[in-house]
């Protein structure tokens, strides 16, 4: 199981920034997948999560200015992030789980499947 981010770089705040995320190598369809970043200092957080089903879950920082969506076909995760804003500043991370808790699935504990990450860096 491969999982493989794009799409980071810098941006000014409020800007915008699309990142992507391929999968390849599962069989079937995970569970739940995701986006979480890590910021020096900090743990990681759940930023976005969408299950097989299409249902949704985002952190409270990035409600109403992230979106997430998954493409089952193309096996491609994809997080919309606008109005950027600098402590949005962080490594962000793609995610799979095969853990099936019929619940969307918030902890990073909780995924079994990790992408080495794509650096977002937003300045003032």
């Known amino acids: 199981v491969q999982l493989m981010e794009s799409g980071g770089g810098s941006v000014q705040a409020g800007g915008s920034l699309q990142l992507t995320c391929t999968v390849s190598g599962f069989t079937g369809s995970p569970s739940c997948m995701g986006w979480f970043r890590q910021a020096p200092g900090k743990e990681r957080e759940g930023v976005a999560i969408?299950?097989?089903?299409?249902?949704?879950y985002y952190g409270d920082r990035v409600k109403g200015r992230f979106t997430i969506s998954r493409d089952n076909a193309k096996n491609t995760l994809y997080l919309q992030m606008n109005n950027l804003k600098p402590e949005d500043t962080a490594m962000y991370y793609c995610a799979a789980s095969t853990f099936d808790m019929g619940r969307l699935l918030t902890a990073p504990s909780e995924y079994n499947h990790w992408g080495p990450g794509t650096q977002v860096t937003v300045s003032s």
């Open positions: 969408i299950d097989r089903d299409g249902s949704t």
